[in-house]
C-alpha cells in the first residue's frame, strides 16, 4: 500500500464535496441577492415549481451548516434563479478554481466546467448519443433555414419584374432545394441509426415531417389497407 492509499481515507473525501456544496451554496446566495430575493422568496419559488425547499434549508446551506445536498435541490434551485444546475456546481468567473473528483488537484472553474458538460473531449470517456443528437440538432436547423430560404426564392421568381431578375430567383430556390433534400437525407439515415441502437430520435418540427417514413401497418392484407 502507498503512502498515498493511507493518507485516502474518509476523511479526505469531505474536503472535495464540501468546496462542491460550498460552490453551489455561494452561487445560490449570490444570485439570490442579485435578484433581490430573501431566502423565503427563494423557498417559495422552489415550491411553486413543485419541489419544497423550506426557507431554513437553504439558510444552512448558504452558511455551510447543511449536511447534505441532493442533485433534485440542485436542479431545482437553478430552475428558481432561473439558470442551469452546472453553473451553480461550477460558478464561472466567481470561483477561480475547483476539483472535479476527490484526491485531484484545483483546476481552473471553466475547465472543469467543460469537462463536466462535454464542451471539452477527455481520452476514454463516452459521449454516448450526446453527438448524435447534436448533429442532428445541425442537421434540423440547416434544413429549416434552407426550407425558408426557398420560400423567399420561390416567391422571388413569381414577383420578379424581368427574366434576368427571374433565372437568379430559380437559381436561387434550386440551390435550396437541394440543401434541404440533403439534409433531410441525412436526417433520416440519422434517426434509423438511432432506432437501430434502441433509442429514441429527438421530435421532429410539423415542416420536417416527411423526413420519416410513414409506418407500415403491421399484418395487413392489400384488401384490408384500401
Known amino acids: ?12 473525501f469531505p474536503e472535495w464535496a464540501d468546496r462542491i456544496k460550498a460552490n453551489v451554496a455561494g452561487e445560490v446566495r449570490r444570485r439570490r441577492k442579485e435578484m433581490g430575493w430573501s431566502a423565503q422568496d427563494l423557498a417559495d ?16 446551506m448558504e452558511s455551510g451548516r447543511r449536511a447534505n445536498l441532493p442533485l433534485v435541490d440542485v436542479m431545482v434551485l437553478a430552475a428558481a434563479l432561473e439558470t ?79 427574366r434576368a431578375q427571374q433565372e437568379e430567383a430559380e437559381r436561387k430556390r434550386t440551390k435550396y432545394s437541394d440543401q434541404v433534400i440533403s439534409a433531410k437525407y441525412t436526417l433520416r439515415h440519422l434517426r434509423r441509426e438511432l432506432r437501430e441502437d434502441g433509442a429514441t430520435p429527438p421530435s421532429l418540427p410539423p415542416a420536417l ?8 401497418e403491421p399484418d395487413t392484407t392489400p384488401e384490408e389497407r384500401l
Open 209 to 216: 415531417g416527411d423526413v420519416d417514413p410513414p409506418e407500415e
Open 45 to 60: 419559488q422552489c415550491e411553486r415549481l413543485g419541489h419544497p425547499i423550506p426557507r431554513n434549508v437553504i439558510a444552512n
Open 84 to 162: 442551469y444546475p452546472v453553473c451553480l456546481i461550477f460558478p464561472v468567473g466567481y470561483v477561480e478554481q475547483t476539483q472535479e473528483l476527490p484526491f485531484q488537484g484545483l483546476i481552473p472553474t471553466w475547465d472543469a466546467l467543460r469537462r463536466f458538460t462535454g464542451e471539452q473531449e477527455m481520452p476514454m470517456y463516452d459521449a454516448g448519443l450526446v453527438p448524435d443528437f447534436e448533429h442532428h440538432a445541425s442537421l434540423v436547423q440547416t434544413a429549416l433555414a434552407a426550407l425558408e430560404e426557398e420560400e423567399r426564392a420561390r416567391f422571388a421568381a413569381k414577383t420578379a419584374t424581368s
Open 1 to 12: 500500500m502507498t503512502q498515498r492509499d493511507v493518507d485516502a481515507d474518509e476523511d479526505d
